[in-house]
């Protein structure tokens, strides 16, 4: 295993039907029409987990958190950090302030009935708090969340801030302050890369992650966050018919998702953002090792 620094697994638990690229697609109102995989494809990946003897964050959206009460509560027995994701998986730029506050409120409150404690992280749907919806994190702040994760460092068609910091920091709000932990990028050519999630864990080689992990644990002394979907360990989920570009995002190299993710976890240490970027919190909030 390779190095001492601790990185950040989290898994951003929603149906295979979530993906905002889907939103033309199908539509909320058939949600619940459609085949329910997100139950038993994580507990695929708990049990990998517990395999390695990692523990990770579950972002965990309130529409899953409401159907399958008992695997919110496995997740947290298991010993993982149980965060938020939101409730209804809608691009937080398009809901808008009102409805995105109802969907936040509507998410933690689920969450934390299920689980009998506070949850202190959010990440948003498609990395969506962008340059004109920073007026989400006045709201995450007046939630009670002590970060989030909402934001990628990159240039995309449907999210990121080129120009936000790579590392975690804290963001001064009329509401007050969070910590903003963005998903994880490579600078070079100018540019940042994104690196070590998602898409980007199936689309690009393996050894661009690898590379990438390599290059933030012992150039840059920081840890990585490599982020997935339980959907994206699914080969026999159905494919939805959608554009080529879209699909090509979603079901291109599903097949390698486990296989790679086994392969980060024998290289590199993992667990979850609360214990990685403990050392990005100041003061340390009460109960963070």
């Known amino acids: 295993m390779s190095g001492a620094v601790l990185n950040a697994l989290s898994i951003d638990v929603e149906e295979y039907f979530h993906p905002n690229a889907m939103d033309d697609v199908v539509a909320p109102a058939q949600w619940d029409s459609l085949s329910p995989r997100v139950e038993a494809n994580t507990r695929r990946i708990l049990d990998l987990l517990d395999e390695s003897s990692v523990q990770a964050t579950f972002f965990v959206l309130g529409w899953v958190a409401e159907r399958s009460p008992q695997l919110v509560r496995d997740i947290a027995a298991r010993g993982h950090e149980v965060a938020s994701h939101g409730h209804t998986h809608r691009l937080a730029y398009r809901l808008g ?16 009935d299920l689980l009998g404690r506070p949850v202190q992280g959010f990440r948003a749907a498609s990395w969506s708090v962008v340059d004109t919806s920073l007026w989400a994190l006045d709201i995450l702040i007046e939630a009670g969340f002590l970060y989030d994760s909402s ?64 290059r933030l644990n012992e150039r840059e002394h920081a840890p990585a966050m490599v982020y997935l979907h339980p959907w994206e ?41 609360r214990e990685a970027f403990a050392g990005a919190f100041s003061p340390l909030p009460d109960g963070w090792s």
């Open 97 to 112: 302030p009102e409805k995105f506050r109802a969907d936040v409120y509507r998410a933690k409150r689920s969450l934390e």
């Open 151 to 214: 934001i990628f460092p990159i240039r995309h068609d449907l999210y990121g801030i080129p120009n936000f910091d790579r590392f975690p920091a804290y963001i001064e709000r009329p509401s007050g302050r969070i910590l903003e932990i963005p998903a994880s990028t490579v600078r070079w050519g100018g540019a940042n890369w994104p690196a070590a999630g998602g898409g980007y864990l199936r689309l690009l080689p393996f050894a661009f992650t690898r590379w990438a992990i390599h």
């Open 233 to 273: 360990l699914d080969s026999e989920q159905p494919q939805l018919p959608a554009s080529w570009v879209t699909r090509t995002r979603q079901y291109h190299n599903i097949h390698r998702t486990e296989p790679r993710l086994r392969q980060l976890l024998a290289e590199f240490r993992f667990g979850p953002l």
